[in-house]
């Protein structure tokens, strides 16, 4: 009689162990995937911060007649072989009036863009027409983005230079009314910088305490 329980109890144990050691695994299983989707969705971005930037620029662009806005910011890309890093920039942000292609630039060598950085190198806003820039690289871009004139001005963090931003105009018309208002024009596109440059460093504090 006993000889004959035993077997059964010993398997209705064993039964219940190994639905315990079961719900176990799961549980952990589970908390680990809940833990690892969380550190997914936090985002290193602070969006507000973000969404501020974005209408800064809106609103240089809307104010000046431009047709694009853009920020672009500078960052390490690769290695050459000599190991020194390749200095590229991205487009971050763009602001586009109606009927406007984007004409964001992404992980593009600096060295590409020899003209631009000297215009950066003056930290002046001044009325650029494409018409006027030597040919190569730099000018065919602007041609194939239907570009007439820009104007241009570095941002910075620390002491370093950072980026730049740029206001285009991509037909005869809007260029004419800025070159009217120029002296208003480039004492907004300034203010603007200040602001945006600030919201930029505010940005990357709060991607720090996130981090």
Request: charged share 20%.
């Amino acid at each position: 009689m006993t000889t004959d329980i035993l077997p059964e109890l010993s398997l209705s144990v064993f039964f219940e162990i190994g639905i315990a050691i079961s719900t176990i695994v799961a549980a952990f299983i589970f908390g680990s995937w809940r833990q690892l989707l969380k550190k997914s969705n936090k985002s290193n971005i602070d969006w507000g911060v973000h969404s501020q930037i974005h209408e800064f620029l809106t609103s240089l662009r809307v104010i000046n007649f431009a047709c694009r806005a853009q920020i672009i910011q500078f960052h390490n890309g690769e290695y050459f072989v000599d190991g020194v890093s390749m200095q590229k920039m991205s487009t971050t942000h763009e602001s586009l009036t109606t009927g406007i292609a984007s004409d964001a630039i992404q992980n593009s060598l600096i060295t590409m863009y020899s003209p631009l950085m000297e215009k950066l190198d003056r930290n002046v806003p001044e009325l650029h027409y494409v018409t006027k820039e030597k040919p190569g690289y730099f000018r065919n871009t602007l041609e194939l983005a239907n570009v007439y004139a820009y104007m241009i001005l570095p941002l910075y963090h620390g002491n370093g230079r950072s980026g730049c931003i740029i206001l285009q105009w991509c037909d005869q018309t809007r260029t004419e009314n800025v070159a009217k208002y120029i002296s208003v024009i480039t004492d907004e596109f300034e203010y603007y910088r200040n602001i945006i440059q600030t919201k930029l460093s505010q940005q990357l504090k709060s991607k720090k305490n996130i981090n």
